[in-house]
């Protein structure tokens, strides 16, 4: 059986971030690899050069955009695997007229994520990094019952979820081994998907933050998203709470929310910001109620070979006749990150 030609359009530096021996060996099993090194940049005349024999690309962060002029005479291409998150840098019009199935990673980067989400709501409800900081300047219990509302756990609590995408519903099941009770607010959610991931739907993002002890964010940033959270949900939080954020800045007011951070009221565990990285004099890097991280809940470190793995299955996949696991549509993009 003649094997599908497949272009390896993963720049040079992150390829052996994504992919195991063995899970690239499957992979050359399977197809014909066209370049038998990764490039230096995946970028146009890269592309241009081989694209016209590819039926499988595989893309990633920096990869150049699929669009017309690439695309020229790539008639025989039928399947992209983006190994990355959005694939909205790699798509085009043109791509999507070819009838090209898109497949996506988002989802192997998601268990990162929401393993981080986790890490900060209970390290996060018991002011963990707070109080450490405490025992650094010789102090021991003294600020347990005062800081920013004193210790507390999820049992038996109200967790809000913003986003019931990939790490959304990750996270879910995560929580699912503690007692508490988990609240979602996700227009897209339908009321079947919710009872089977056994959380309660709410209609407002007012009944999160005026209900839950924990807030985290995992909606994506969309046109329909942007600005979304306002300085009036801050405020709303009840003294005590915890606001986590591993999606984007740009979701929130950031203006807003430093107004509301500034009267201490709650505390925020943050991995992303609207711009990166943060300005030194930025109010993240000094408000005392924040913990700022790098970018780092999701695709760092091991987790990225969990991006190869899955670029890996889908074009076996495809190589089987078999449909994808995560494909991505045109209509889709509007509601996805």
């Known amino acids: 059986m003649k094997k599908p030609k497949l272009l390896l359009a993963v720049e040079q530096d992150l390829f052996p971030d994504l992919f195991s021996e063995s899970d690239w060996n499957r992979i050359r099993e399977r197809c014909d690899v066209l370049n038998p090194e990764p490039p230096p940049s995946p970028n146009e005349a890269f592309l241009g050069k081989y694209i016209s024999e590819s039926e499988i690309v595989v893309s990633s962060w920096r990869t150049a955009c699929l669009d017309e002029t690439v695309l020229s005479g790539a008639d025989g291409l039928r399947l992209l695997c983006h190994g990355a998150g959005s694939v909205k840098p790699v798509v085009s019009e043109a791509l999507w007229k070819r009838g090209v199935t898109v497949t996506s990673a988002a989802s192997a980067i998601a268990y990162g994520v929401a393993e981080y989400c986790l890490g900060m709501i209970l390290t996060g409800t018991k002011r963990a990094f707070w109080l450490a900081q405490g025992t650094r300047n010789g102090e021991w219990r003294e600020h347990v019952g005062t800081c920013f509302g004193g210790v507390s756990e999820i049992f038996r609590q109200k967790i809000g979820i913003i986003g019931a995408g990939h790490v959304g519903r990750l996270l879910i099941g995560l929580l699912r081994h503690f007692e508490c009770e988990i609240l979602v607010y996700d227009p897209y959610l339908s009321a079947g998907d919710a009872e089977k991931l ?9 009944e999160i933050f005026r209900e839950c002890l924990v807030v985290s964010l995992n909606a994506p940033s969309t046109a329909e998203t942007e600005r979304m959270l306002r300085g009036r949900h801050f405020a709303m939080l009840r003294h005590g709470a915890l606001f986590v954020n591993t999606a984007r800045g740009k979701i929130i007011d950031e203006a807003e929310m430093i107004d509301e951070l500034r009267k201490e009221k709650f505390v925020a565990c943050l991995d992303v910001a609207e711009v990166e990285p943060c300005p030194a004099d930025h109010p993240f890097r000094t408000l005392p109620n924040v913990v700022l991280t790098p970018h780092v809940a999701g695709a760092v470190a091991q987790n990225r070979k ?7 299955e889908e074009v076996e996949r495809y190589c089987n006749g078999r449909e994808p696991c995560f494909p991505v549509t045109e209509k889709q993009l509007s509601t996805i990150g």
């Not at 056994?198 to 007012?206: E, Q, S």
């Not at 969990?306 to 890996?312: N, P």
């Open 306 to 312: 969990r991006i190869g793995a899955l670029v890996t």
């Open 198 to 206: 056994g959380v309660k739907p709410v209609d407002t993002l007012d």
